[in-house]
């Protein structure tokens, strides 16, 4: 193991991908400091689902227990047809008997809670917006813009972990295209414990497939449902941001499909348009900078992987850091998380486009396929999300 009492390393974003990595590096030993462009801590969105895979991640650095008190562990997955016929399901006691974890549901700001307690406030400097980030020999600088001015900080390693539209890797891979649209816009709504209660929402990732759209629900643990809405539509399309409206489109969908709508108020509504990263990037290191989340690998969210895929990252690379020297470390991260995250992004596109397809005919042949498609098949996917184990890390040191 290598030591790391003065190792410093600077992590810019504190979205779940770089408090999850500043959480696992203190853990480690090294000191942290997380830079955050927003000027006030928390996350935007109303919920995440996090799978096995992400759930032992967050075993590995001391969270599982607060993270399995705070979320909703769901009974398991499914898929349906507008009409309301189940065409696959999973269930979460199978995926804890194989993968070791089950499959939760919680509120984003719940997570990001966990991960801040574990870390300490003061260890995150909001309203500090990185405009650059440099390796010199062997010690790398990130500039910020702070409340006060510019402010450079040095350290060992710099995280970029500044999200889907990454200033640092825009600035350290000029030739990659950026992020590109999916081709759909998400509405995502968050409904009052006493309506959920009243609707009835089974503890269940349940999903609806339709043509060019989609609707998912679960609870989250607190009484609150979670749902989201995909529909295709153009890239930057104006939307009437209104449950009343949007619910017109689901009406004729299953129960409780449109109940969960028409039960969000306006302002539990949240509507973003899908980018994910189309290019694969070639590294996810420059010099002494880590690219992990969806600063490395944004995927469309069709198979719920972008945070937990974060979460992984953040592990493997604390571990990697434990394990050997800042370069070599920073080159066996990259050996580790790119084949995976890039495989699993190319799959999550495909599914989709498969999921998306406004054509009737496509649609119906697609729910009659996943239906009969043998057991062993399905599970194939999920075993290659699921089945990843986090490498082991350090001991936790004394005072870290
Ligand atoms: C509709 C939808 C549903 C999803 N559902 C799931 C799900 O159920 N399960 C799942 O695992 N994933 C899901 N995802 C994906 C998941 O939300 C993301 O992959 C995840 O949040 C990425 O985390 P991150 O920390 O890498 O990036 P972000 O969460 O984007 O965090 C980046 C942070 O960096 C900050 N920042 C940006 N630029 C700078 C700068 N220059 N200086 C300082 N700070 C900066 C930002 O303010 C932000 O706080 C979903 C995504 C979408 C769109």
New binding site residues.
Partial sequence: MVSSNSRRAVV???????LTAAVALRRTGWHVEV????AALGEV?AA???APNAVKALRAIGLGPAFTAAACALDGLESRTRGGRRITGVDAALLRDRYGAGLYNTHRAALHASLLDALGEDAVRTG???TGAETIGDRAAVALDGPDGPVRLEADLVVA????RS?LRADHFPAHPGPAYAGYT?W?GLVPADAAARIGVPSLMSETWGRGSRFGHAPIGDGRAYW?AFETAPAGAEHEHRAAALVARFADWHHPVPSLIAATPDEALLR?D?YYMDEPLPSFTAGRIAFL???AH?VT?DI?????L?IEDAVVLAAALAAAPVPDALRAYDAARRPRTQELARQSGRIGRMLMNPNRIAAGLRDASAAVLPASVAMKTIADIYEWTPPPLAPVEAGV
């Fill in positions: 810019v974003g504190a979205g779940i991908g770089g830079v955050e462009r927003a969105g995440v689902s996090i500090c917006a990185a972990a500044d999200g889907v200033r998400v995502r989201y973003g899908v989340g969806d600063a944004a969210p719920g992987q972008g945070a937990c974060a």
